[in-house]
T-cell receptor, first 110, second 113 residues
Framework: QKEVEQNSGPLSVPEGAIASLNCTYS??????FFWYRQYSGKSPELIMS????GDKEDGRFTAQLNKASQYVSLLIRDSQPSDSATYLC??????????FGTGTRLLVSP | KAGVTQTPRYLIKTRGQQVTLSCSPI?????VSWYQQTPGQGLQFLFE???????NKGNFPGRFSGRQFSNSRSEMNVSTLELGDSALYLC????????????FGSGTRLTVV
C-alpha cells in the first residue's frame, strides 16, 4: 500500500502566524493531492486540491507540491483559533482510492 | 444544496451481529466511497462504487460488503461484528473522477460491545 506520512503534532502557533503543515508520499506516480480539515468529532472537509508542481492559493491557504521530492505542504496565513483542527493530507492512489496520512493536529493560541 | 447524508449517526451492536449503514450522496454525484476511521489506523479505504459497480476495494475482510442502487444511494454491511470494527464509518460522494475531490458525510459511529 502506498504511504502518506505526516507529523502528528500538535503544531502550536500563535494567532496571526503562518502555520506550515507537511506531508510526504511514497508513490512517485501519484498525480493529485488533497488537504482535508477535520474538527474534533466532525467529518473531514476538503480545503484544497493540487495537481501541478508549485503553489496554489485560496484565500489564507496555500498548497505547495513538489513531485520530485514527493512532498505536499499546506500553509495557513494569519492563523486563527478557529483553524485549530487536524489536517489530513490525502493522495489519489488511482482507481478512485484516496490514501490518507494520519493527520497533523494544529493548535492556534489566541 | 443537501450534503452527503449518512444514517444512522450512532449505533451500538453486540459482537457477532451484523449491521447495515446507509449513505445518500449529493444530488448528481454518482461515485460513493466508504472509509473507516479509527484513532490507531486513521482513515482506511473500504470500497468505491460508481453506477452500481464496485470499482475498487480496500484491504478489509469479506465481512465488509457494500452496494449501490440506481439512485446512487449506497449501503455498506458488516457481518459477524468484532470489537475491532468499532469505528467511525464515513461515506464520501463525488463526480466520476476522483480528481474533483470528495465530500464526506457526517459519518456513522459504530460501537461493538
Amino acid at each position: 500500500q502506498k504511504e502518506v506520512e505526516q507529523n502528528s503534532g500538535p503544531l502550536s502557533v500563535p494567532e496571526g502566524a503562518i502555520a506550515s503543515l507537511n506531508c510526504t508520499y511514497s508513490d512517485r506516480g501519484s498525480q493529485s493531492f488533497f488537504w482535508y480539515r477535520q474538527y474534533s468529532g466532525k467529518s473531514p472537509e476538503l480545503i484544497m486540491s493540487i495537481y501541478s508542481n508549485g503553489d496554489k492559493e485560496d484565500g489564507r491557504f496555500t498548497a505547495q507540491l513538489n513531485k520530485a521530492s514527493q512532498y505536499v505542504s499546506l500553509l495557513i496565513r494569519d492563523s486563527q483559533p478557529s483553524d485549530s483542527a487536524t489536517y489530513l493530507c490525502a493522495v489519489n492512489e488511482g482507481f478512485q482510492k484516496l490514501v490518507f496520512g494520519t493527520g497533523t493536529r494544529l493548535l492556534v493560541s489566541p | 444544496k443537501a450534503g452527503v447524508t449518512q444514517t444512522p449517526r450512532y449505533l451500538i451492536k453486540t459482537r457477532g451481529q451484523q449491521v447495515t449503514l446507509s449513505c445518500s450522496p449529493i444530488s448528481g454525484h454518482r461515485s460513493v466511497s466508504w472509509y473507516q476511521q479509527t484513532p490507531g489506523q486513521g482513515l482506511q479505504f473500504l470500497f468505491e462504487y460508481f453506477s452500481e459497480t464496485q470499482r475498487n476495494k480496500g484491504n478489509f475482510p469479506g465481512r465488509f460488503s457494500g452496494r449501490q442502487f440506481s439512485n446512487s444511494r449506497s449501503e455498506m454491511n458488516v457481518s459477524t461484528l468484532e470489537l475491532g470494527d468499532s469505528a467511525l464509518y464515513l461515506c464520501a460522494s463525488g463526480w466520476a473522477d476522483l480528481d474533483y475531490g470528495y465530500t464526506f458525510g457526517s459519518g456513522t459511529r459504530l460501537t461493538v460491545v
